[in-house]
C-alpha cells in the first residue's frame, strides 16, 4: 500500500518564528511517526545545527530531513546528499557578491544592527539587514519595521541590478532575513530525492506561502497538495484533521 508524504517547513510552522517545538507538537509528530500511512520529513533553509537546536529530540521522528532547501539531505539520520554553492559562484564571484552585500548593509539606516550579517552555507547563502546576533524582541521589532518600510525587499532589488548575469533567486523568509541561491535550488529541490510515484500524495506545510516567500515554489509545486499555515496550531488542526 502506498503511503502518504508528509513535508513540513520548520520555523513558523513546527515551531514559533525561531523558538524551540511546543509539547503539543512533539505529541502530534510521534503519532505521525508510528502511523503505517505516513512518511514525515522537514524541509527549511537553515542547517540542520539550527533545525536540529528547535525541534530537538523531535528530529527523529522525521525520516527525512532537508536542511538548506535540501541542498543537504539525510534520510534516516544518514546524509545521502551534499551541494555545494561555491561550485556555481566560483570564488573571484563570491567575494565580490559578499563585498556589495557588506558594504550595502553598512551604509543602511535602520534603528539597529547586531551581528553576523552574512551566512555563507553550503546551498545558500543568508543575508540578515538587522544581523541574525539580535534578541528575540529586536527580531520582533525588526520584522515589524520591515513591514512598513521593505528593507528586504529593497536590498534584494538592489542586489538583482547588482549581479543581473547571475541566475539567482531571493527568498525572504523568517522575520529578520533573506536567501540567496540559484534558480531551482529552492525548496522544490528536495523532491529530486524522491520517486514520487511511489507515494499515494505528497503534501507540504509552510508559512511564507506568497510570492517572494521561501515557501512559495513548494506550496505551488504540480506535484504537491500545499497547505498554508500562519502558525504551528494551523499545522496541528490540519494534520489532526488528516488523523481522524
Known amino acids: 500500500m502506498k503511503k502518504k508524504l508528509l513535508l513540513f517547513d520548520v520555523d513558523g510552522t513546527l515551531t514559533p518564528s525561531r523558538k524551540k517545538i511546543e509539547k503539543t507538537m512533539i505529541e502530534m509528530l510521534e503519532k505521525l511517526h508510528y502511523n503505517q500511512n ?9 542547517n540542520l545545527e539550527k533545525q536540529h537546536e ?32 561555491l561550485d556555481f559562484f566560483g570564488e573571484e564571484k563570491l567575494q565580490s557578491f559578499i563585498s556589495f552585500v557588506l558594504s550595502y548593509i ?13 551566512e555563507y552555507r ?13 534578541s528575540q524582541e529586536e527580531r520582533d521589532n525588526f520584522e515589524k519595521y ?16 547588482e549581479f543581473q548575469e547571475l541566475d539567482l533567486h531571493y527568498s525572504i523568509g523568517g522575520q529578520i ?25 505528497v503534501h507540504f506545510f509552510g508559512d511564507k506561502v506568497e510570492k517572494g516567500g521561501n515557501d512559495y515554489e513548494l506550496y505551488n509545486d504540480q506535484r504537491v497538495t500545499g497547505h498554508k499555515v500562519t502558525s504551528p496550531k494551523d499545522t496541528l488542526k490540519i494534520v489532526e484533521d488528516m488523523l481522524r
Request: with cysteine; aromatic share 16%; net charge positive.
Open 38 to 46: 505516513y512518511i514525515i520529513g522537514f524541509v527549511g533553509g537553515s
Open 54 to 85: 528547535q525541534l530537538g529530540n523531535a528530529i527523529n521522528y522525521f525520516k527525512y530531513w532537508f536542511p538548506e532547501n535540501g541542498l543537504v539531505a539525510y534520510e534516516n539520520k544518514e546524509e545521502f546528499y551534499k551541494s555545494n554553492l
Open 106 to 118: 553598512a551604509n543602511l539606516e535602520i534603528p539597529i544592527k547586531r551581528g553576523t550579517f552574512f
Open 122 to 134: 553550503t546551498g545558500l547563502i543568508n543575508i540578515s539587514p538587522i544581523g541574525r546576533n539580535c
Open 146 to 161: 520591515d513591514r512598513k518600510h521593505n528593507i528586504r525587499e529593497k536590498m534584494i532589488k538592489s542586489i538583482k541590478r
Open 177 to 201: 532575513s533573506f536567501d540567496v541561491f540559484p534558480k531551482g535550488w529552492d525548496k522544490t529541490f528536495c523532491l529530486n530525492h524522491f520517486n514520487l510515484d511511489l507515494f499515494e500524495e
